[in-house]
């Protein structure tokens, strides 16, 4: 809210001023003049007089119209405010570093995060020792041959000091391992003998005896028509040309699938399937002196 203006810097108040002063000398004057003449009776023209009067009533009219108008508000100028906003300053230099605050609470276990990319490949490896491990190892191979040749023949051995049977011609060795016709003719062969061809009879019988004793009830012999079905033949290659032993009915291969012999403990002979596995006789021809 602003103030009244009471003083002489506004043009009212100085003309106000003025005529006041105007009219004070004025009056001054007059009285210092009519005492110097001895009062009020020095010859002053009336006219002149009244005229004087007149217009000095005027004056102070003025003045007293003049004061009497409202005197006006004169607000104060120098009022501050805001100005512009200013430019930001610059970033000011880092403070200390606070003192450590106490350790928080462990918090939960995050989940298990991405699989990280490869790593980079190692460096070479320093060279290893030459070592000639081709020929150790042949040396273990045929060793390990070796122990299952002797074990094998160890077996082959006490079967034979358990029973065997022979003819002035040969031996003959019931062999109790079950083995399928194949795996017979091998196991007979690499021991230097054959599986048993009852060629005749006499030989037939002693092996019939040999088996019935020995408590089996069938054996593998050496006789088959692998090579061409119907036509059976010893391992040797020879024909049934002047023995054979068949059981009644036999040999019967309806399916095609029989094409190996058995012999049963009463020695007569059947077809059989040669995947079969059973015990067999080996026969072995005796060294001449």
């Excluded at 809210?1 to 108040?13: E, I, N, R, V, W």
């Excluded at 003309?15 to 005492?35: E, H, N, P």
């Excluded at 079967?159 to 795996?183: C, D, M, S």
Aim: glycine share 12%.
């Amino acid at each position: 809210m602003c103030a009244p203006d009471t003083s002489l810097s506004s043009p009212k108040q100085k003309v106000l001023f003025k005529i006041k002063l105007f009219v004070w000398l004025f009056w001054a004057t007059l009285f210092g003049r009519t005492r110097a003449m001895g009062g009020f009776g020095a010859p002053l023209r009336r006219n002149q007089f009244i005229l004087l009067v007149f217009f000095l009533l005027q004056i102070q009219s003025l003045g007293l119209d003049i004061d009497s108008r409202p005197t006006a508000e004169v607000c104060a100028t120098h009022t501050i405010s805001p100005g512009p906003k200013g430019i930001k300053g610059e970033l000011g230099d880092v403070g200390d570093q606070g003192n450590i605050g106490k350790t928080g609470p462990i918090g939960k276990k995050g989940d298990k995060g991405e699989k990280g990319l490869p790593g980079i490949p190692g460096g070479k490896g320093k060279a290893g020792t030459v070592c000639d491990c081709g020929r150790y190892r042949k040396v273990v191979g045929q060793l390990d041959i070796s122990v299952a040749r002797l074990k094998t023949s160890m077996k082959f051995v006490k079967n034979v000091i358990a029973g065997i049977r022979e003819t002035e011609e040969k031996f003959y060795y019931l062999v109790q391992e079950e083995k399928n016709y194949r795996e017979s003719l091998t196991h007979c062969r690499i021991r230097g003998g054959m599986l048993a061809m009852p060629k005749d009879e006499a030989a037939n019988t002693l092996i019939a005896d040999y088996v019935a004793k020995s408590g089996f009830f069938r054996v593998f012999i050496g006789v088959n028509d692998l090579e061409r079905e119907g036509q059976y033949v010893f391992t040797d290659n020879t024909p049934l040309q002047n023995y054979s032993n068949w059981k009644e009915g036999e040999p019967s291969d309806p399916y095609g699938h029989e094409d190996c012999v058995e012999m049963l403990s009463s020695g007569r002979w059947n077809d059989t399937e040669c995947h079969l596995t059973m015990y067999f006789v080996c026969e072995f021809v005796k060294k001449k002196k």
